[in-house]
């Protein structure tokens, strides 16, 4: 059974961090470009950033950059999201997500085949 289980989660105030982990298991995940997304009280869900097979391509929604940085670690099968300088508008909850066999990072969550239950991100001012 393919399993995505976020953790990292957590009540902040704003301007601090969080790193987010994400560990995949029930298959290898080393030739899925995979991708983080979040889904704020009454909004649809959002994409936030995304990275290739080797983690030498990322790519980041506006909103994020510079601020957010999207790594892996394939030994380990485990996807991360560091979130420094947090604001109130960063609060939602986080979810982790894989396109199986594909190395072409996505914007679109209907593009992915795999995702996590996600994690509740909350910042406060």
């Known amino acids: 059974q393919v399993q995505l289980v976020e953790s990292g989660g957590g009540l902040v105030q704003a301007g601090a961090s969080l790193r987010l982990s994400c560990a995949a298991s029930?298959?290898?995940?080393?030739?899925?470009?995979m991708g983080w997304f979040r889904q704020a009280p009454g909004k649809e869900r959002e994409f936030v950033a995304s990275?290739?097979?080797?983690?030498?391509?990322?790519y980041y929604a506006d909103s994020v950059k510079g601020r957010f940085t999207i790594s892996r670690d394939n030994a380990k099968n485990v996807l991360y999201l560091q979130l420094n300088s947090l604001k109130p508008e960063d609060t939602a909850v986080y979810y982790c997500?894989?396109?199986?066999?594909?190395?072409?990072?996505?914007?679109?969550?209907?593009?992915?085949?795999?995702w996590g239950q996600g994690t509740q991100v909350t910042v406060s001012s």
């Open positions: 997500a894989a396109r199986a066999g594909s190395n072409y990072m996505r914007t679109q969550g209907a593009e992915y085949d795999y």
């Open positions: 029930g298959r290898t995940f080393n030739r899925d470009a």
């Open positions: 990275i290739s097979w080797s983690g030498s391509g990322t």
